[in-house]
């Protein structure tokens, strides 16, 4: 492992703050002055803010892995374990694993070694003239998440293609999972029906494997379609867009992104930060997510988008699918105010929720009964159209009778 000791974290381009170790495989963050100095500073995290509305400067160490901002930048699970074998990095060594994977992070964030030090293999194999290596492997899976997905870019023909190095990607593909059948196909037809219902959703693709260039020889053995998106932290042109999760708005480690907070704390959140427009688009995907039987938004699948670096907004939605079909559950990932029961999910519910996160109630149940009514009508018209299993079918009609606010 190289003698790296700083890490220099950029946003937007311009220099932040630093990671530094410590000693004792400690980590601690620290702003720059420049960044602290300035009024007009574009925002890194909601987590960084006090009651007050001021930038937290003080930070404690953190021993092994970073502060949970940073950690919730890198993948989860056996993606991780496998982005690390490729760049030759333990993966409980966070530090190492956020260089290695910092050059195409979610959001406008990058990391660099402070002394200007490429990743080590890179600097061997001599920068932009280097074959084809471990580490790139790793750089294209370099996105958040526990799904094999990589970054890819849409080519002048239309279709798309890996990037070799990882670096630059608009759009980010989803490759069928082993375990269940026809995700990709459920993922693609929730996020068309969401658009129909009218919640704001990237533009979506469902492609056939051998349509996607560059793809791993190790993901030959898949069969199926992929799913694509279009990335909304990307803007073209090199440019990225600001995003982060609520659960790194709310300090939390990825592990944890089912226990720390409700629905009805990202709700307060976006009352403060953002206006009705985002309230109204938070209830839509709320009432969308328990009428199709998402039993998996969690902290990580909400994000806020900041267009002018500095105000948040709700992010457009993603991994919006039927989780029922597959793992029969009667309950959300979150609570919502009170519960997390699907069949408890009533308008008495979004008025205890509308209460306590002091969002107008008017606007929260007249937005939730639109969200049904639409639901029903592009449901009725479109299920026999979108590309769904019988039994993904079913599942959202058995949950439709299930959950009180549908009736």
Do not use: C
Not at 26 to 45: C, G, I, K, Q, W
């Amino acid at each position: 492992m190289p003698d790296v000791s700083t890490l220099t974290v950029r946003l937007h381009d311009e220099p932040v703050g630093t990671l530094t170790r410590v000693g004792g495989d400690r980590t601690l963050f620290a702003f720059n002055d420049a960044y602290m100095a300035d009024a007009e500073r574009p925002v890194l995290s909601l987590g960084f803010k006090d009651r007050f509305g001021e930038l937290i400067t003080d930070f404690k160490p953190v021993r092994t892995r970073l502060m949970p901002f940073f950690s919730g930048l890198l993948p989860e699970g056996q993606m991780r374990t496998y982005l690390a074998r490729w760049a030759g990095v333990n993966p409980t060594r966070e530090f190492f694993l956020l260089w290695a994977l910092g050059r195409d992070l979610p959001g406008a964030i990058t990391v660099e070694a402070a002394d200007g030090g490429a990743w080590p293999a890179e600097a061997e194999t001599g920068g932009e003239n280097r074959g084809r290596g471990e580490e790139e492997k790793a750089l294209r899976f370099s996105l958040a998440g526990v799904q094999l997905k990589f970054s890819a870019v849409l080519g002048a023909a239309g279709g798309l293609t890996i990037p070799a190095r990882g670096v630059g990607g608009d759009w980010i593909v989803k490759l069928p999972a082993r375990e269940y059948d026809g995700v990709p196909e459920n993922e693609y037809a929730m996020m068309t029906l969401a658009r129909l219902v009218g919640i704001d959703v990237p533009a979506v693709r469902l492609l056939a494997l051998g349509a996607i260039g560059n793809l791993p020889e190790e993901m030959g053995r898949l069969s199926g379609q992929a799913f694509a998106i279009k990335r909304f932290d990307r803007l073209g042109a090199g440019k990225a867009v600001h995003i982060e999760d609520f659960a790194q708005v709310f300090g939390v480690y990825p592990e944890a992104k089912y226990d720390k907070a409700s629905y009805r704390n990202v709700a307060a959140v976006l009352g403060v930060e953002g206006g009705d427009n985002d309230v109204a688009e938070f209830v839509r995907r709320l009432v969308f997510n328990t009428l199709i039987g998402n039993a998996d938004m969690h902290l990580k699948n909400w994000s806020v988008i900041y267009p002018d670096q500095r105000r948040a907004a709700l992010a457009p939605a993603y991994d919006l699918l039927s989780t029922v079909p597959y793992l029969p559950d009667e309950e959300a990932a979150l609570k919502v105010s009170r519960t997390k029961r699907f069949d408890e999910f009533t308008e008495d519910e979004l008025t205890h929720l509308a209460a306590k996160a002091r969002l107008p109630e008017k606007l929260v149940l007249t937005t939730a009964r639109e969200t049904v009514a639409r639901f029903r009508e592009h449901w009725a018209a479109e299920r026999a159209n979108l590309p769904l299993a019988r039994k993904v079918i079913d599942a959202v009609e058995a949950q439709l009778e299930k959950v009180p606010i549908a009736q």
